[in-house]
């Protein structure tokens, strides 16, 4: 294999890992019943006039599956941050307790549940129309690497890598579904 097939090999793997990196990261976000801190990551509180991540300026962490404690370093940025969470419209109720906020986590209906099963199949698909978007890119490459320097029949043989990438990061897109779904599910 040319130098050229196998730079467009690991750039095609980049952006497919890339692609499953980026769906456990929402899966992280779609909350399964159990309080995580990582349900507040992306929320941005007015810290001082600067935008600033909840988690730079605060102690995030679940002492059980039903709660979360925020604990600013300064105190005088609670009611900041109790104003992002309830901005966020994450479904959540923080407690402002003076020096932390507690937020208890609610449990999940069933029609919520299915609400988040449908958002978490939303995120694989977008997942495999991005590997796609990978395979595509990577056959125009191998494709005009035909006409510059590979044989037919080494074009071939990078398709059918090209292709068989493409199924293993499929499969690991609906692997992770599953899991999530069966996370999501489980009462």
Request: hydrophobic share 35%; glycine share 2%; aromatic share 4%.
């Amino acid at each position: 294999m040319t130098e050229e097939a196998q730079i467009c090999l690991d750039e095609t793997m980049e952006s497919m890992d890339n692609a499953i990196a980026h769906l456990e990261r929402k899966f992280q976000k779609i909350r399964a019943g159990k309080a995580s801190p990582s349900m507040l990551e992306g929320i941005n509180i007015n810290y001082y006039g600067a935008i600033t991540p909840i988690e730079q300026t605060a102690n995030i962490n679940t002492p059980d599956p039903r709660q979360i404690i925020v604990q600013p370093w300064d105190k005088s940025i609670l009611p900041e941050i109790e104003k992002a969470i309830l901005a966020a419209n994450l479904g959540f109720n923080p407690k402002n307790e003076g020096e932390v906020l507690r937020i208890i986590v609610p449990p999940l209906t069933e029609e919520r549940r299915k609400e988040l099963v449908k958002q978490a199949k939303n995120e694989a698909e977008q997942t495999k129309i991005s590997i796609r978007n990978a395979r595509r890119n990577a056959n125009d490459i191998a494709k005009s690497l035909e006409d510059d320097s590979l044989t037919e029949d080494e074009t071939k043989k990078l398709q059918d890598k090209i292709q068989k990438l493409t199924d293993e990061y499929t499969e690991k897109t609906d692997t992770l579904l599953e899991a999530k779904e069966k996370d999501i599910m489980t009462v």
